[in-house]
């Protein structure tokens, strides 16, 4: 199970910070990831991280700005959302899968969701 929170209302230029945790013993078997899905849009990837958080992606509209990493005993990963812009706003989730067999890029990769958390930029 993935809970996602952290999200909230923010000006642009701001930051956030947002958490996934995750339940159960075996979290670093799972390759992670971050979505977002803005008003009207499609679910976009964002970043997504391996197993041991050696390698990271991190998609070309967010790149320089957020930063993933997890923190395996913990059973959390995180997302740092620096410079925010309007074009930010979206409900944010995060994803888990022990495979990623279509790319870990691309959402079908993932079987397990969180419930997803509100990131509102104002300009």
């Known amino acids: 199970q993935l809970q996602a929170s952290g999200g909230g209302l923010v000006q642009a230029g701001g930051s956030l910070r947002l958490s996934c945790a995750a339940s159960?013993?075996?979290?670093?078997?799972?390759?992670m990831a971050w979505f977002r899905r803005a008003p009207g849009k499609e679910r976009e990837f964002v970043a997504a991280?391996?197993?041991?958080?050696?390698?990271?992606t991190i998609d070309n509209t967010v790149k320089g700005r957020f930063t993933i990493s997890r923190d395996n005993a913990e059973n959390t990963m995180y997302l740092q959302m620096n410079s925010l812009k309007p074009e930010d706003t979206a409900v944010y989730y995060c994803?888990?899968?022990?495979?990623?067999?279509?790319?870990?890029?691309?959402?079908?990769?993932?079987?397990?969701w969180g419930q997803g958390t509100l990131v509102t930029v104002s300009s």
């Open positions: 991280i391996g197993k041991s958080g050696g390698s990271t």
């Open positions: 994803a888990a899968d022990r495979d990623v067999k279509y790319g870990s890029n691309w959402w079908s990769s993932y079987v397990y």
């Open positions: 159960g013993r075996t979290f670093g078997s799972y390759y």
